[in-house]
């Protein structure tokens, strides 16, 4: 495994107005695993979230990918770089298909006109790829769709563009036991096949079924970094509640002891 994450932010700060929303904040995202972003809500994760995705411009910190500093000033260039989010809406249009919906505003072109061949197969072995059962055709409407094949069309999407970091926000909100364990075999193999994968959820049981690290935000600051095998269920929730679990999470509400691992 390497040591350098895909992934990592140091001293990042960010304020709207005079309200600070997040203070140093430390955050990494490694190959091959899924890293679990933990938080109450207003901790701050949508906030981190779109700063990694440009969506938000950093106020102050370090932003480097494969090691190397960058500059992320807008979706476009975390999209360069091989960032992809998939947000808790999935951003999918209902009176399109499935090939349409993952190559909206991407589409290819052969001469003047679309590549729907090329499209179409490209869809398919992305979903194969990710061993994706539950689609019938890649021409199916979106509208047709269960919710967890949705989020499965929304995850192929992402990774479809040779995506280093895949970002997922709830991706198991409002699914049924069935879809859910589906989605999250999805991103256990999205993990296997060498990306980096942000889990964002409030299901810790999902949490611990899936991360090998687990991230916990908690009033803007980073309360720990952990390998999962190494915490509990009620350390997580300590540090989720109040930014601290025995000897690990936030010292007097500034800086961290012994949060990395």
């Not at 476009?76 to 090939?99: F, K, P, S, T």
């Not at 072995?125 to 979106?142: A, E, I, N």
């Not at 509208?143 to 198991?172: C, F, H, M, Y």
Request: proline share 3%.
């Amino acid at each position: 495994m390497p040591a350098t994450p895909v992934l990592e932010l140091r001293n990042l700060n960010k304020s709207f107005g005079p309200v600070q929303v997040l203070y140093d904040v430390f955050f990494s995202a490694h190959a091959g695993e899924v890293t679990a972003l933990v938080g109450d809500n207003g901790a701050g994760k949508s906030t981190l979230v779109k700063c990694i995705g440009g969506i938000h411009p950093i106020d102050s910190g370090d932003y480097f990918f494969d090691g190397k500093p960058v500059h992320v000033s807008s979706p476009r260039d975390a999209a360069a770089l091989g960032v992809e989010i998939v947000y808790q809406d999935l951003a999918l249009a209902d009176n399109l298909d499935i090939v349409q919906n993952m190559f909206l505003g991407r589409e290819r072109k052969r001469g003047l006109v679309l590549d729907e061949a090329t499209m179409e197969e490209m869809a398919a072995t992305t979903l194969t790829g990710l061993s994706v059962r539950t689609v019938h055709s890649v021409r199916q409407q979106v509208s047709s769709l269960s919710g967890g094949q949705r989020q499965t069309v929304a995850i192929a999407k992402a990774v479809l563009w040779n995506s280093k970091v895949v970002v997922l926000d709830e991706p198991t909100a409002a699914l049924g036991v069935a879809q859910t364990q589906q989605v999250l075999e999805l991103v256990r193999r999205l993990a296997d096949k060498g990306l980096a994968v942000v889990l964002i959820s409030h299901n810790l049981n999902d949490v611990f079924a899936v991360s090998d690290r687990i991230s916990a935000l908690y009033l803007g600051r980073m309360a720990a970094e952990v390998r999962t095998s190494d915490v509990t269920h009620a350390q997580v929730v300590e540090l989720i509640t109040a930014g601290r679990s025995g000897e690990l999470g936030l010292v007097n509400g500034d800086g961290v002891n012994g949060a990395k691992a």
